[in-house]
């Protein structure tokens, strides 16, 4: 079968950074749209294809910023319906949210997810960089109070149960294979778990795909990359209570490492490096990572690791990076899919958390006929990722040890 002459692919679609965005209307409707009657795509005769659901929102991806998108777009009285192309949640690495979190977690009504006794307080900072002097900076002044450092997998759990205690559809192992365009409407092919190719018809996309950035790879959209840093982490046994609630950073010739208790009694560690700086076999990690451990000066002392004990060595891209275009008339990047962050700025959780409630907004004025929220959801978005990365450089400016050590030189 042909492609319908008024259907407009994505796939290979490329546009300026901020999109055009098409105001409607005065007395336009709000593009909800009921009915399943447009054409179908071609598959293979094999496959079963149902016919499109009329949805006003669909939410590509089921991680904090799809399930925060979620959550606030009910705050607003708009339907949505979440799909996710994993079976189940993806092992992640535990994570620090930072006090000011605590602001868009009560705005987006979950604040009472971190009371949960999987998560531990996190009351501060202990950081050596710059030279060797250990500093400790508490949060007890904060006006939001303490962070937390997060079991991950439990707290992305207990936002997936709010959402659907909330009564919001999440489908799961639903890949999204194909994006069309019809009748101002967006058609998005996915494949099932039993293998049946079904159409989802929507009024408008988010993508919250993580840096994968599905849907906007889709739309032909790039990413700019500006690093090559990469993660190398593992949970190690943590001897009593050696951290004390704080997150341990510290610089060293080919990077640095984030320290952090994720509960159980245990440890994350990373250290963070350009991944062309180190080629590394697979049975060569545990030994390797245990090195890179005895090149810190104060890390190797604070918690004598038993590598023995250790989780196997992930190692897990962490690059910052920026979508050219973070939105289009039907459609707008969130969180990681829309730019990443480097694990040092801690911008990570808690901007996917408050970019799904400002996305939510945006679609909202579109939905009653203002297109301007989308053009300022994206500039906002470009604006805070452009800060953070003069913050960034600030920060690493601030290592001058090792001026001709290529990880540092780059970064000077």
């Known amino acids: 079968m042909g492609r319908n002459p008024s259907q407009r692919s994505y796939r290979n679609r490329s546009d300026r950074r901020t999109g055009k965005i098409c105001r409607r209307r005065k007395n336009a409707p709000k593009p909800i749209i009921t009915g399943c009657t447009a054409t179908k795509p071609p598959f293979k005769k094999t496959r079963i294809i149902t016919p499109p659901t009329s949805i006003p929102v669909v939410i590509v991806g089921a991680g904090p910023a799809g399930l925060a998108t979620a959550l606030a777009l009910q705050q607003y009285g708009i339907y949505c319906t979440i799909i996710d192309n994993h079976p189940e949640h993806v092992v992640k690495p535990g994570e620090s949210l930072p006090p000011n979190a605590n602001a868009i977690l009560n705005t987006l009504g979950i604040e009472t997810l971190l009371e949960s006794p999987n998560h531990n ?40 149960n709010t959402v659907q205690q909330h009564n919001i559809p999440l489908f799961l192992d639903y890949r999204l294979t194909n994006i069309t365009e019809q009748e101002e409407q967006l058609f998005l092919n996915c494949t099932t778990p039993d293998g049946t190719v079904r159409t989802l018809k929507a009024g408008f996309v988010v993508d919250c795909s993580g840096r ?61 490096s350009d991944a062309d700086l180190h080629t590394l076999k697979t049975p060569d990690l545990q030994y390797w990572f245990q090195q890179k451990i005895a090149e ?57 958390l408050a970019g799904g409630h400002a996305a939510a907004q945006a679609i909202e004025k579109l939905f009653n006929g203002d297109s301007s929220g989308i053009s300022d959801y994206c500039q906002q978005q470009i604006s805070v990722f452009d800060k953070s990365v003069a913050m960034l450089q600030n920060q690493y400016k601030m290592e001058q040890r090792w001026p001709s050590a290529p990880f540092w030189e780059r970064r000077h």
Not at 126 to 144: A, I, K
Not at 224 to 238: E, F, G, K, N, R
Not at 328 to 340: F, T, Y
């Open 121 to 160: 307080h996190y009351v501060g900072n202990t950081v050596v960089w710059g030279d060797g002097t250990v500093r400790s900076r508490y949060f007890m002044n904060e006006p939001y109070g303490n962070g937390r450092h997060l079991n991950r997998i439990a707290f992305e759990t207990e936002l997936r």
């Open 212 to 272: 994968a950035a599905i849907v906007a790879k889709k739309m032909g959209v790039k990413r700019t990359t500006l690093d090559t840093l990469s993660a190398y982490y593992c949970t190690v046994p943590q001897p009593g209570n050696t951290l004390n609630g704080m997150t341990f950073i510290e610089s060293v010739e080919d990077g640095w490492w984030y320290a952090a208790p994720i509960g159980d009694n245990k440890i994350i560690m990373h250290f963070m």
């Open 296 to 352: 810190t000066q104060h890390l190797n002392t604070l918690i004598h690791p038993d590598i023995s004990m250790a989780t196997a060595i992930t190692i897990k891209t962490a690059t910052t990076a920026i979508l050219e275009q973070p939105c289009g008339p039907r459609w707008l990047a969130v969180g990681d899919a829309l730019c990443s962050y480097d694990p040092l700025t801690s911008f990570g959780i808690t901007n996917a």
